[in-house]
């Protein structure tokens, strides 16, 4: 089974390959923009920066919780050193208090996009969250419904077990797609279903002309990066555990961001906050958030088998990746 890619691989994605620069000019009809996909732990914002220094780029991340300050050793958000003087953007942008949708993504990164592109860069688009970089694109639609605050205080009371069944029942293709233990997403999911039947997608040719970089591993391997990775967050820079995952949880609630949405954020910060409140010990910790990880990063995969426009790389044989975005920019230069 193939899989995809992360953020903090500091292996070279191309090599040694001499750095290459395109001053590209504003579009005729469509931006183009470069997107690089694939699941948590296995390279893909390392490639994005490869990329970006090689055809004159900039980084936009397109994860739905490296948009919040403060998360970042639990999310695995690229560091300052790994972005090897490539500018990012959408990383620290909200605060993990507040809810920052799929709408806001939408518009902040079109914003990202025009500016970049006005500075005759190249666009990149790097990130796990699927749902966001296809509403960007124009591959699905946004929903217009309005929140129902009667239905949300209903579907609050429910676990996400009960949640996720009651999604998949309804709508069983969002249920595929979502991450299941998201409270936040199943509850919105469930209020665009009560509201139009299902949460509609959209196959519309979008205002961007794309092209889709997609990285992919054998799940063993996939799954030993996976751990490898977790346990270097979770000990942290001093590799003493004192600056790890666990100190930037204490940090965020000291800081005033609460259990219940610690728990909401998902992923290794539910288990995080179970930790600190003595509901489980850090051994059950790390090895269900082995688990989720894993589970997490073979949903993302299939998520991205049903785009048939990703043209997909092995991550240990990158070296075609170069040659196949060089073309493309090429083929840009001489249609403008």
């Known amino acids: 089974m193939a899989e995809l890619a992360d953020a903090h691989d500091s292996k070279s994605c191309e090599g040694n390959l001499m ?13 183009k923009v470069l997107i690089v996909v694939g699941p948590t732990s296995s390279g893909k914002s390392t490639l994005a920066v490869e990329l970006a220094r090689k055809f004159n780029g900039e980084v936009i991340s397109a994860d739905s919780r490296q948009v919040y300050r403060g998360l970042d050793l639990g999310t695995g958000k690229i560091t300052k050193r790994e972005m090897k003087g490539v500018r990012h953007h959408l990383l620290d942008v909200a605060s993990p208090t507040k809810v920052f949708t799929a709408h806001d993504f939408v518009k902040k990164a079109r914003s990202a996009i025009d500016d970049i592109s006005m500075r005759g860069k190249l ?3 790097a990130g796990g969250t699927g749902f966001y970089i296809d509403a960007l694109v124009g591959r699905i639609a946004l929903p217009n419904v309005s929140a129902n605050p009667t239905l949300r205080a209903q579907l609050e009371k429910k676990s996400v077990t009960q949640l996720f069944t009651m999604l998949k029942n309804r709508d069983a293709r969002r249920a ?4 299941p233990h998201n409270k936040r997403r199943l509850i919105r999911a469930l209020e665009i279903v009560d509201a139009l039947g299902h949460v509609p997608t959209n196959d519309l040719v979008g205002r961007y002309s794309v092209r889709w970089i997609g990285l992919r591993q054998p799940i063993k391997e996939l799954e030993k990066r996976i751990t490898i990775r977790l346990l270097a967050r979770l000990r ?3 590799n003493d555990g004192r600056s790890g995952m666990i100190a930037e949880a204490r940090k965020l609630h000291r800081s005033g961001l609460s259990y219940k949405r610690m728990e909401v954020l998902g992923l290794e910060y539910r288990l995080l906050a179970q930790f600190l409140q003595k509901k489980i010990s850090r051994a059950e910790m790390i090895a269900e958030m082995e688990r989720n990880i894993l ?32 073309k493309w920019l090429t083929e840009r230069k001489r249609a403008h």
């Open 123 to 125: 666009p990149i688009i």
């Open 236 to 238: 942290g820079a001093r």
């Open 19 to 31: 750095r290459v620069r395109f001053s590209l000019p504003a579009p005729v009809n469509k931006q």
């Open 176 to 179: 595929k797609t979502i991450e």
């Open 295 to 326: 589970r997490y990063a073979k949903k993302q995969l299939t998520y991205w088998r049903r785009n048939k426009s990703i043209r997909w790389f092995d991550t240990n044989r990158k070296k075609g990746i170069g040659k196949h975005v060089s």
